[in-house]
Every structure is written in structure tokens, then in C-alpha cells.
């Protein structure tokens, strides 16, 4: 999650891990609440294998921790404290993030519209950690995998 101007708006930001997919929150705050209304709207527009758990760090906005793992059935796991390593991907996705939002400005400008569209940008950026795929491709190939699966009854 990033923060706007005197922290009176935030971004939420996720990261699928195994494609890398990218999808970001509008929230109506800088509070719990607002990141659980974020998070929550964003991650039901995924299929549910892909949204089996979410890592996050200590921030107080996730104090609504048990309402979002009852509302999307998914488990949360947090990080040591002060290891932001742990989340690797987030923390490049949120610097990413700034390049279209920098530190300081107000985040409360950006709708949704804007913000999924800085997300498909970045999903449809070729990553080298995906063999040069994009995320999108990564995803898609997740999809025919999982079709194929299904199709062989595995």
C-alpha cells in the first residue's frame, strides 16, 4: 500500500506471485476500513485458485485482517517485523507505482479507471522473471493449464 499527500489517501497494491498480475485498490481512506473494502472489491475480480492467500506487512491498515480472510476465504500471513524483503514483489510493484503516482502527491486524484490502466500497463510490461512473458501471458498460460487439467480430469 502507498500513501498520498499528509497520508489522508492510500493505493492498495497487489501482486499475484506466480504471474506476477497486478492489480491495484482505490480506497476511500488511509484507514482499515478502507483497506478492507479495497482489497476485498479487487481480489473478488480474481478466480479463486488465484486467491488463496495474501502477505502483507505490520501496517495498522490491516487490522481488519480476520474480515478480509472471512470475506475472500483466503489465509493472510504477515511478515517479520521491519523485513520488507519478505515481499519482494510488492515492494517493486509499489515502486513501479510511484513512477505514475509519486511520494507527495494526492492519491485521491486517481479513480479506479486510472488506476487499472496504470495496472494493464504494467501487466502488459514483459518481465524477465516470466522468461520475457508478460503477466498477462503468464496468466493466460495459467488458464490454459488449468483448462487442460480440468479437461483431463487431473
Known sequence: MIKGAFNRFSVGSLVERKTLLVLFSKTGGNGAEAALEGFTRQMKRLPARLRKSLTYDRGLEMACHPELARHLKIDIWFCDPHAPW??????????LLRQFMPKGSDLSQHSQKDQDTIATLMNERPRKTLGWKTPAEALADEFASFAQNVALGS
Open 86 to 95: 519478505q515481499r519482494g514483489s510488492n515492494e517493486n510493484t509499489n515502486g
